[in-house]
């Protein structure tokens, strides 16, 4: 079971690079988007409760390896009544960090986290890549977007640290960020993983390779819209809701089929208003996945403030129903606000 949950893991890792390729692509006259399509942030969801299997049986993220003797790891309770009587044994505190983290109380794994932190005068590197751990699969977007950076202090202190060169290589994937995705992967391959790690993650760099001369391919890179399935908007939004459009926040525009799955067509860009912006095949979010001509479907745009391809409170959006490849502009209001 154990071998398919990893597998599975790395797997969905792998996968997820035709998921996000054209996200990176380049349109003529705009800067290339950066990958926080949703389809990846789905993926960190999907991905945290394999990984969890994957650690509560694996040695090698954890780095933590048992005292001799010892068949399994002490239980919460005795952790907690250990670092009750030793409250400076901070190698206690990140074994408690955890242990809560394997059962999903993250709130808890991160406070034990951050004390052990705190007695190592914020130098412990598996402390820190557990306080970017828990902020990460928390649940709380503010904290998820904080844990990078524990992750990279944490590669500071020790650069071979596993859970953080783990965690820090999505995050640099996700971020579009491929030649540091790339060198965290080969850190990670240097460290003598599971055979099923090692295998999957010399696929992932592949990938990544292989993504990488392909956005180098032809003279300037641009990816022309198709104009058999491409839809003309012309965005506003409505002066109810200007006052409550926050600085530097994000426009993600999604295209659906009314059957539901994933986007057929996706889009990020500034929050600007009025703008045209024209979405076709040529934008699908997932291979094998697109817009056909004369296809009805949903096109939603929503204006993000913490720059989360998933819908937040507060967040303002608009919807309209348009015909891929048909001729005219649709006008699409943003003048809802999410509950």
């Known amino acids: 079971m154990t071998g398919f949950l990893i597998t599975a893991f790395l797997l969905a890792l792998l996968a997820s690079t035709f998921v996000v390729v054209p996200l990176l692509r380049r349109r003529e006259g705009q800067a290339a988007a950066r990958i926080v399509a949703l389809a990846a942030a789905l993926l960190l969801m999907l991905l945290s409760g394999l990984l969890y299997a994957w650690r509560g049986t694996d040695r090698w993220l954890n780095q933590a390896a048992l005292p001799a003797g010892q068949a399994a790891p002490p239980s919460i309770s005795r952790l907690a009544r250990h670092v009750e009587l030793e409250p400076q044994d901070a190698a206690g505190w990140v074994e408690l960090g955890q242990a809560y983290a394997e059962l999903g109380q993250f709130p808890l ?10 007695i190592d005068q914020d130098a412990n590197a598996m ?82 390779d292989a993504q990488q001369q392909a956005g180098g391919a032809g003279a300037s890179g641009a990816v022309h819209a198709d104009p058999a399935t491409a839809i003309h908007l012309h965005l506003t939004l409505s002066p109810k ?89 649709n006008a699409l209001q943003i003048d809802h606000l999410t509950p």
């Open 241 to 329: 809701l200007a006052a409550q459009v926050p600085g530097n926040a994000s426009l993600f525009v999604f295209v659906r089929s009314p059957g539901g799955g994933p986007p057929l067509a996706a889009h990020r860009g500034n929050a600007t208003f009025p703008q045209d912006l024209e979405l076709s095949a040529a934008d699908a979010p997932v291979a094998g996945r697109s817009l056909q001509a004369g296809q009805t479907v949903a096109v939603v745009a929503r204006i993000s403030a913490s720059g989360n391809a998933l819908p937040q409170s507060g967040d303002l959006y608009g919807e309209i129903r348009a015909v891929a490849g048909k001729a005219g502009v």
């Open 109 to 118: 794994a991160l406070r034990a986290y951050q004390r052990a932190n705190h």
């Open 127 to 208: 402390a820190l890549s557990g306080i970017g751990e828990a902020m990460m699969l928390g649940g709380d977007p503010a904290q998820a977007g904080q844990a990078g950076a524990y992750f990279e202090r944490a590669l500071k202190v020790d650069p071979r640290q596993v859970r953080a060169l783990f965690y820090s290589s999505i995050i640099a994937f996700r971020d579009g960020q491929l030649d540091l995705a790339r060198t965290r992967s080969q850190a990670l391959l240097a460290l003598s993983p599971p055979e099923v790690v090692r295998s999957a993650l010399e696929q992932q760099i592949a990938a990544i």
